[in-house]
C-alpha cells in the first residue's frame, strides 16, 4: 500500500507504543515530541534515472495514505502509477508541524508530489523503510515498479 522514509515513517514506527493509550492521537503526540529532538534524514530517489537527494517520502498507489492525507484524488490501485509526495532538501520544523497539522496534500514549496509510470530506485535509507507500517530496518535500498498490475517491490 505504501512505503515511507524520514519523518513520517519514524512517526508512525516509534510511536506505536502510544497505540494502547491514545489511540490515533499517538500520531500528533509523537510528531511534538519528534519536532523537538528530530535529526534530518537524507537518502536519494533516482526517478528515470535521476538523482534527487530527500529527506522525507512518502509514496503509494492509492488517493490516500490516510483519511486526511490524500496523496491524489485520481489514484487508483491498478492504474499502473506510483504517487509519491517527497521533500528534497531541509524543511524547518515549523513547516513541518503545519504540514502535520494540515495534511500531506498541503502546499509547501519544499513539498514535491510526483506520479510516475517507471520504476523507481530509493537508495541510503540509513534507518531502513516503514513499509505499510512494518519497520526494515536492515533494508536501505528498494526497486519499486508495476507488474501485470500489480505492485513488485524488491528489496535489495
Known amino acids: ?4 522514509y524520514g519523518f513520517i515513517a519514524d512517526v508512525d514506527i516509534y510511536s506505536e ?8 492521537l499517538r500520531f500528533i503526540i509523537y510528531a511534538l515530541w ?9 537518502s536519494t530517489i533516482f526517478i528515470n534515472d535521476v538523482p534527487t537527494n530527500i529527506t522525507t517520502l512518502v509514496y503509494s ?13 485520481d489514484a487508483k490501485p491498478d492504474d ?9 532538501g531541509s524543511m524547518s520544523r515549523c513547516e513541518i508541524a503545519s504540514i502535520l497539522a ?6 509547501s514549496p519544499n513539498l514535491r508530489r ?7 530506485v530509493l537508495s541510503g535509507c540509513t534507518k531502513g523503510l516503514n513499509i505499510d507500517g512494518e519497520l526494515y530496518p536492515n533494508m536501505t535500498k528498494a526497486t519499486c515498479r508495476f ?10
Not at 61 to 73: C, G, R, V, W
Not at 150 to 155: I, S
Request: charged share 20%.
Open 17 to 24: 507504543w502510544l497505540r494502547k493509550w491514545c489511540g490515533s
Open 80 to 88: 499502473k502509477k506510483l504517487n509519491m509526495v517527497y521533500c528534497p
Open 1 to 4: 500500500l505504501n512505503i515511507m
Open 34 to 42: 519528534m519536532l523537538m529532538t528530530y535529526v534530518t534524514l537524507s
Open 61 to 73: 498507489n492509492f488517493a490516500h495514505l490516510t483519511q486526511s492525507d490524500i496523496i491524489d484524488n
Open 147 to 156: 507488474s501485470q498490475k500489480r505492485l513488485k517491490f524488491l528489496a535489495q
Open 102 to 107: 494540515r495534511g500531506l496534500h498541503t502546499e
Open 114 to 120: 510526483q506520479t510516475v509510470s517507471k520504476p523507481f
